[in-house]
């Protein structure tokens, strides 16, 4: 059974540009979380989807911008990228049942912005 | 808001040394916390969890118990290994109805142990 998966790895972008990142949940899954992990820090939320819909989100710009497709799948998108938006951007997969079920993390997404 | 205050690292160890690393928190309900472990180049995994006040969560040799009088969360071991060298981080959610509100994570422990 494949855990979370991200894509791509490591991407290097310069100001301005936009950028799609990449996520499949545990298979089973059917939320998925976006995090923000600056060098040194810990990861900070951006944003839920569940059922296709953004269902909370945290203290980020509409830069970011999110989708979850029918399969569960999900993107985030950032654009106008800022040198500030370097991070590893973190997606966790969970299951909605109105209990506290564990989030699962991918490996991250490495993104420089130059 | 919430939020989570870790204590400072980096932390280096000898081998079978004893680990604590402190965690506070503030928050405005009765939230559940969480220890995470980063290894090197991977994601996130849970460590230990506990949901209510006095509750003890333990895996792989770790404790942590939640202290409502106190706010607190510290991650104990009795004896570290070489293994154990990771970034650890504290985290807390709020329940609520739909069960899987955001993680609000600490800034993170470096641990390293020397053999």
């Known amino acids: 059974d494949a855990g979370v998966t991200q894509s791509p790895t490591h991407l290097i972008k310069t100001r301005g540009q936009q950028v799609t990142l990449r996520c499949s949940p545990k298979?089973?899954?059917?939320?998925v979380s976006w995090y923000q992990q600056a060098l040194g820090q810990g990861p900070q939320f951006i944003f839920q989807?569940?059922?296709?819909?953004?269902?909370q989100r945290g203290n980020f710009p509409d830069r970011f911008s999110g989708h979850q497709f029918p399969n569960y799948s999900s993107e985030l998108n950032v654009n106008a990228l800022l040198l500030g938006d370097s991070a590893l951007y973190l997606c966790?997969?969970?299951?909605?049942?109105?209990?506290?079920?564990?989030?699962?993390f991918g490996p991250g997404t490495r993104l420089t912005v130059l | 808001g919430n939020s989570v205050t870790q204590m400072e690292g980096p932390v280096t160890l000898s081998e079978e040394a004893f680990l604590t690393i402190n965690c506070t928190y503030t928050?405005?309900?009765?939230?559940?916390l969480f220890w995470y472990v980063q290894y090197p180049g991977e994601g996130l995994q849970l460590l230990l969890k506990?949901?209510?006040?006095?509750d003890k969560g333990s895996n792989k040799g770790f404790e942590a118990t939640y202290r409502k009088e106190t706010t607190s969360f510290h991650l104990e071991k009795g004896s570290v290994q070489v293994s154990d060298s990771a970034v650890y981080f504290c985290?807390?959610?709020?329940?609520?109805?739909?069960?899987?509100?955001?993680?609000?994570f600490g800034t993170g422990t470096r641990l390293t142990i020397i053999p």
């Open positions: 966790a997969s969970s299951v909605t049942s109105g209990t506290y079920n564990e989030q699962f």
């Open positions: 298979s089973g899954h059917d939320t």
């Open positions: 989807y569940y059922e296709e819909e953004e269902r």
């Open positions: 928050a405005t309900g009765y939230p559940s």
């Open positions: 506990a949901t209510k006040a006095d």
């Open positions: 985290a807390l959610t709020e329940r609520s109805n739909f069960g899987n509100e955001k993680l609000t």
